[in-house]
């Protein structure tokens, strides 16, 4: 079964530090996608990053970057210069291309709190 | 602008009452999604359509019933039949794996459903 981990159920960090949020997933597939959203607390779902498989270079939004470690299943988030306005859930996701069933697979979900 | 729509953002229903949750969509796309969100938890799959006239059982389908008579709409009725439906209720859209393309979800604002 493919399966998505985050381990930090909820971090806090002062404003302008940089905090890595922690993701894991299982899969035997090749080719798939690897999303994180954010949820803040209006709960509207926000996609941050999404990364290709067969892509080598870590994807980047802003100041958003993620380190896709492919031989070790890992998918991490990285916020530079943190702000307020990124107080939320933050949710990583995988899909296979070849499950076909166009479902995505959630992690739990990690609180991150900006501290002023 | 486009976009998905959930209505109304908030609904109150008494107990053993069917209600319907509104989703309509003018993405284009193909597939939509119904997923149960409870407090500081996760998504979870309800039902989800790849194309009209179809749809299949997620995670959670009991006490739940969908249709998908058009492309642009996805209404979830939450039956007197659910234990315990007091949640928030998001819907998404995505194109499908035919597209052949990264096929993240876009989702709407939600609906919080109270029944007392």
């Known amino acids: 079964a493919q399966t998505v981990t985050q381990s930090q159920p909820e971090m806090s960090v002062q404003e302008a530090e940089t905090v890595t949020l922690s993701c894991t997933y299982d899969t035997s597939e090749n080719n798939y996608y690897l999303f994180w959203y954010k949820q803040p607390p209006s709960r509207q779902m926000i996609l941050v990053i999404r990364?290709?498989?067969?892509?080598?270079q870590n994807a980047t939004e802003n100041r958003f970057s993620v380190n896709f470690q492919k031989a070790a299943k890992s998918f991490s988030l990285k916020i530079s210069d943190s702000q307020l306005g990124d107080t939320a859930m933050y949710f990583c996701a995988f899909n296979a291309f070849m499950n076909r069933d166009d479902k995505i697979i959630f992690g739990k979900g990690t609180r991150l709190h900006i501290l002023p | 602008d486009g976009g998905i729509t959930q209505s109304p953002k908030y609904l109150f229903r008494k107990e053993g009452q069917n209600v319907t949750l509104s989703c309509e969509q003018n993405l284009n796309h193909d597939a939509m999604y119904w997923y149960r969100q409870d407090p500081g938890q996760g998504l979870r799959l309800i039902y989800y359509?790849?194309?009209?006239?179809?749809?299949q059982k997620g995670d959670i389908a009991e006490g739940y019933s969908v249709s998908r008579e058009k492309k642009e709409s996805f209404p979830l009725t939450v039956t007197s039949a659910q234990k315990n439906p007091t949640a928030f209720y998001l819907c998404?859209?995505?194109?499908?794996?035919?597209?052949?393309?990264?096929?993240?979800?876009?989702f709407g604002p939600g609906t919080r459903l109270t029944v007392t």
């Open positions: 990364q290709e498989a067969y892509k080598q």
């Open positions: 359509s790849q194309i009209v006239n179809d749809f």
């Open positions: 998404a859209s995505s194109l499908t794996w035919t597209s052949g393309t990264s096929y993240e979800q876009y």
